[in-house]
């Protein structure tokens, strides 16, 4: 049996790692798979006789590829069509362990990170989600350790007054969605508006493919009806999964997977519904994508 040789047997025991440090920075399988892609032609060019950290190091090549790449999908971004939501994963449930994991890659955290600049967003997930150093970080962002601690500063005041309440239960989740997927089935109006909070927020992405709302539809009484419309596809349609490390929906319709609909819950109510749609972001939940820290 072949033994692989050193940087590769480095980049392939972190691979996990550097795909959910990418996707965390970009909100996009496909440009996270590019960037270890554009990581791994830096890699092996690199000679390890002269690096202390190999994981540090690989994070660093990583994060300086996504922030190359967030430049071109910004651009993408402002010329989407409709809301623009990040590209569901399946995961496996043991995800949920690591609550930290779980909050980081969840749909609704990763909604207040598009909220903070490329530079603030690099510094926020590598110090509070994957514990790097300073001098890691100013290594990776290119800025100074002063510069870094700002900026870090800055960043967590922004996530803490707009991330998800924390301390709510992938039980929690479950039961809010459970509850919806009956009344969603059942065309049961009074179910649904029982169990969306009154301020809910609705955003459906079909990126200009598919029809979707072409803007945030805000309150249970307008989003309810529109839940009610589900109950078309019959019992079964809907189908629980795993999705971004927490408890979603799948919507199955001739065979073929429809649209993806996870839930920001509060209270044991659902504050946000967000429906993924757009066919282009759809092939990561036909099979588990594998995140780490």
Not at 154 to 170: E, I, K, L, Y
Not at 181 to 197: I, K, M, S, W
Not at 199 to 223: C, K, Q, T, Y
């Amino acid at each position: 049996m072949n033994r692989m040789d050193p940087a590769t047997e480095d980049f392939v025991a972190h691979r996990n790692l550097l795909f959910t440090v990418a996707y965390e920075l970009l909100g996009s399988a496909a440009d996270a798979e590019d960037v270890l892609q554009e990581t791994w032609l830096k890699w092996v060019g690199v000679d390890l006789g002269t690096v202390r950290d190999r994981r540090a190091y690989l994070i660093r090549i990583v994060t300086r590829q996504a922030l190359m790449r967030l430049r071109t999908l910004g651009r993408r971004k402002e010329s989407y069509v409709g809301p623009w939501l990040p590209e569901p994963l399946l995961t496996t449930p043991d995800v949920a362990e690591d609550v930290e994991l779980a909050e980081s890659v969840s749909m609704a955290m990763l909604l207040v990170l598009e909220t903070l600049t490329p530079a603030e967003r690099a510094v926020f997930v590598l110090r509070e989600v994957f514990a790097l150093g300073y001098d890691e970080i100013a290594e990776a962002v290119d800025k100074s350790q002063a510069a870094v601690r700002q900026i870090a500063h800055r960043a967590r005041s922004h996530v803490a007054a707009r991330r998800p309440r924390a301390g709510v239960s992938q039980a929690e989740i479950r039961d809010a969605l459970d509850a919806f997927r009956r009344a969603a089935e059942t065309g049961d109006l009074q179910g649904l508006l029982a169990v969306l909070a009154p301020d809910a927020v609705f955003l459906s992405d079909g990126g200009g493919v598919v029809e979707a709302l072409l803007e945030p539809l805000v309150g249970a009484e307008r989003i309810a009806p529109l839940a009610v419309a589900l109950s078309r596809f019959g019992a079964g349609a809907l189908q629980p999964a795993h999705v971004n490390g927490h408890p979603a929906l799948v919507l199955r319709v001739d065979g073929g997977i429809d649209a993806v609909i996870t839930v920001r819950v509060e209270g044991g109510l659902i504050r946000g519904v967000y429906a993924v749609r757009n066919p282009e972001k759809l092939s990561r939940v036909y099979e588990e994508t594998p995140v780490s820290r």
